[in-house]
T-cell receptor
Framework: GNSVTQMEGPVTLSEEAFLTINCTYT??????LFWYVQYPGEGLQLLLK?????DKGSNKGFEATYRKETTSFHLEKGSVQVSDSAVYFC??????????FGTGTRLLVSP | SAVISQKPSRDICQRGTSLTIQCQVD?????MFWYRQQPGQSLTLIAT?????????ESGFVIDKFPISRPNLTFSTLTVSNMSPEDSSIYLC?????????????FGEGSRLTVL
């Protein structure tokens, strides 16, 4: 079945540092890929998505590119802010497929 | 956008008891789901809540343990029955909005259950 693997956290960065959170997937077919974010005290919310190979999803300065050859969807941001501190979940599926989530990666950004 | 309200937000329960979690969505939805998030693990889909009919359960989850109701489009309940410490977890309600993007789910803040 489908699965998603993402790097363990916490990831601790200083403000304005570059962020990468790795995510790889296994799937039958060609799923859509997603990053969800959970800010403290809030529910998960969709951050960005990509629906086919080589698509780049972007939102709030975050980007991720759907790489079929490496089955990856790494999340990047050029300059993180304290307000980006949250838990980030990679997921695959969508459409008529169930969403399968990774274990989440906690990001801590210090001033 | 949507706001999904869950209650209780947290509870401490005794072994052998049951607890019902309520979920209310403030928008038109097509599908509602219940997930479990155990410590250090990913979100696991328990079931799809179907309006007016029995929920569709994922492998490893059964109706006797996790009865689910969805009496109307925007409200659902999940009961965790005959609880044991292994049921200590965060339970999340989610929904797909009518006209929403494929794969875009909205989530409640979760209900954190601790079973003693």
């Amino acid at each position: 079945g489908n699965s998603v693997t993402q790097m363990e956290g916490p990831v601790t960065l200083s403000e304005e540092a570059f962020l990468t959170i790795n995510c790889t997937y296994t799937a039958t077919g060609y799923p859509s890929l997603f990053w969800y974010v959970q800010y403290p005290g809030e529910g998960l919310q969709l951050l960005l998505k990509a629906t086919k190979a080589d698509d780049k999803g972007s939102n709030k300065g975050f980007e991720a590119t759907y790489r079929k050859e490496t089955t990856s969807f790494h999340l990047e941001k050029g300059s993180v802010q304290v307000s980006d501190s949250a838990v980030y979940f990679c997921a695959s599926g969508g459409g008529f497929q169930k969403l399968v989530f990774g274990t989440g990666t906690r990001l801590l950004v210090s001033p | 956008s949507a706001v999904i309200s869950q209650k209780p937000s947290r509870d401490i329960c005794q072994r052998g008891t049951s607890l019902t979690i309520q979920c209310q969505v403030d928008s038109q939805v097509t599908m509602m789901f219940w997930y479990r998030q155990q410590p250090g693990q990913s979100l696991t889909l328990i079931a799809t809540a179907n309006q007016g009919s029995e929920a569709t359960y994922e492998s490893g989850f059964v109706i006797d343990k996790f009865p689910i109701s969805r009496p109307n489009l925007t409200f659902s309940t999940l009961t965790v029955s005959n609880m044991s410490p292994e049921d200590s977890s965060i339970y999340l309600c989610s929904a797909r909005l009518a006209g929403g993007q494929a794969g875009e789910l909205f989530f409640g803040e979760g209900s954190r259950l601790t079973v003693l």
